[in-house]
């Protein structure tokens, strides 16, 4: 028997899920060895990516906005509405490496936060559509209404509203964080306990931000104007881009220090990892654009990371 109706592929190998959790585990230990080394506000931020993607993922699933995760080792609340612990962890590292990214190009504000948004979309883009196949977390369409495909429904089963999420999620976050840290204040135990509270300040002002855009405003924006996920959508892949280039034109420093290693072990794997099961889980073959979509979201993830370390020393640790 299936595991979800209309679904024609079954469970993934046994080994699939504890390797998948086990990768997460250890890229977000090495992001937070990472961060210590750097300091409060580095551990604070990454801890504040993880609380943020927990909350997310864990009130999207109690509300029922349509989607079930798979059971890993780690999870949080009680089955079928429980959530991977890993994908908290994943949220995390996909944002603290992102911003170590876009810190050492520097870039303004909004261009940083515009540009972490953009290479999170990516790695979403390389993973969604496999872990979707792969049972990790199934999409409800059966109830959204009658002819909808579980393969073919907008990105390829994917709701374009997951993309628009992903880069109001990160925006948000990164715009806040950013912004509270340039508050400054005397003496080092008021500033520790700054550094250390600032990523839950940032992560209520941003779950305020992503209600207000993902509901009153999309309410409006579709019974005003008939504009759906995929329009507004649209338009931040529209908006990012060009604030990314405007904040490399107006980046009011170059990077002389090295990158460290996580900010291409992070990418790389979610890039190599799932684009390896789309052959492996034999999925390449069901529809051949989604296969062209993913070789060419791979290859442009691979230029964007390989320029970005181009322009810099060899990589550091």
Known sequence: MLPYANMPYGFPPAFCYPITESCMILLFLLSLLHAWKRGTGHVAYLLGGLGFGLLLEYVNVMSNAGYKYGQFWLMLGHAPDNIPVCIGMGWGIIIYTSRLVSDSRGLPLIAAAAFDALLALSIDLSMDVVAYRLHMWHWDWETRGPGLSPLTAQWFGIPYGNFFGWLCVVFFYSTFARA????????????????????????????????????????????????????????????????????????????????????????????????????????????????????LNLLLGIFVHWWTHLRKPAIGS
């Open 180 to 295: 509270l840290e340039k508050v400054h204040f005397r003496g080092r135990v008021i500033t520790r306990i700054w550094q250390a509270i600032t990523p839950l300040l940032s992560i209520l002002i941003s779950q305020l931000a992503l209600w207000i855009t993902l509901f009153p405003m999309s309410t409006w924006l579709h019974e005003k104007f008939n504009i759906a996920s995929r329009e507004k959508l649209i338009f931040l892949l529209v908006l990012f881009p060009i604030l990314s280039i405007w904040g490399f034109k107006k980046r009011h420093r170059q990077q002389t220090a090295k990158l460290p290693a996580i900010t291409w072990l992070v990418p790389g794997w979610f890039h190599l990892y799932f684009f390896a099961w789309l052959f492996i889980g034999d999925f390449a073959g069901e529809n051949p654009w989604m296969t062209f979509f993913c070789v």
